[in-house]
Each structure stands twice: as C-alpha cells, then as structure tokens.
C-alpha cells in the first residue's frame, strides 16, 4: 500500500462514532453543531470523511449511502416502508 493510502486508512481508523456524526452534521447542515457555517472546501473535506467511514462500518446502509464494499447503496421505496414497518422509529399512543 502506498503512503497516501496508509494515511487515508489511519485517518478513517481515528474517526471515532461521535466524530461521524459531527462529520455527517457538518455535511447535512453546512454548519458545525455550535452553528458555525463550514466554509464550502472544509464540507466537502468532511463529506469525503464521511463517505471513507461510511465504506468502513456501514453495515445496514439507509436509503442512500456508502456501503462497506465502498459502493452506493440504494434502497427502495418498499424497502424502505418495510424496514420501518418491522422497526419503527418511535411509536405513539392516542
């Protein structure tokens, strides 16, 4: 493996699961979760991050992200109602 990789890959190993999810807010948003705005090169720095992490540890892929082979992952509309069908976000009493 070559250096630039070796180096992409132990970044990708530091990246703790709190670090994703700052990461990913950053991308979704623009703005760091203290609401400082990303200038747009950082976001798309963070958006590589993410995606690199993505192909590590996402094993159950959502509607659209990276899968562990580091393919896009798309699911389906059907797909998508039965995964939330047989786990529900949250339930409610009326």
Known sequence: M???LANIDDMVKAITPVAYERLLYV???GR???GEV???Q???YCQQAVMLYQQKHNHDAQ???IDTQGEIAFKS???LKRQFIETP???MKV
């Open 63 to 65: 509607h659209m992200t």
């Open 38 to 40: 990303v200038p747009e």
């Open 89 to 91: 976000i949250t339930k």
């Open 32 to 34: 760091w979760p203290e």
């Open 27 to 29: 991308v979704e948003t």
């Open 42 to 44: 950082q976001r798309a």
């Open 2 to 4: 070559n250096q630039k």
């Open 77 to 79: 509309k059907s797909e």
